[in-house]
């Protein structure tokens, strides 16, 4: 089993920056993926930005270029560093750890972005 815990989520106005982080309660070293999800009301849950054991990353169109996603093995954790945060990034920000064909999921941060 894998616990999250994420934090740093927050208000913030348009244009600005976040950082978010995620600790896993074991080793990330042996975690086939990690990374962060998000949910806006009223919208399905949608994949933000994931990076695998060997440190391939994936993010969607829509924070490419904005977003960067990290792991530190040593301190079993994963950070999304969010900048030029536009409105329609507010919405409920998920860890997400994918280890032996099974996904956890941390409780959320929210992040609201002000225009």
């Known amino acids: 089993q894998v616990q999250l815990v994420e934090s740093g989520g927050g208000l913030v106005q348009a244009g600005g920056s976040l950082r978010l982080s995620c600790a896993a309660s074991?080793?990330?070293?042996?975690?086939?993926?990690m990374g962060w999800y998000r949910q806006a009301p009223g919208k399905q849950r949608e994949l933000v930005a994931d990076?695998?054991?060997?440190?391939?990353?994936t993010y969607a169109d829509s924070v490419k270029g904005r977003f960067t996603i990290s792991r530190d093995n040593a301190k079993n954790t994963v950070s999304l560093q969010m900048s030029t945060l536009k409105p329609e990034d507010t919405a409920v920000y998920y860890c997400?750890?994918?280890?032996?064909?099974?996904?956890?999921w941390g409780q959320g941060t929210q992040v609201t972005v002000s225009s």
């Open positions: 997400n750890a994918h280890y032996w064909g099974l996904r956890y």
């Open positions: 074991r080793s990330i070293f042996s975690i086939d993926a």
């Open positions: 990076i695998t054991s060997d440190g391939t990353t």
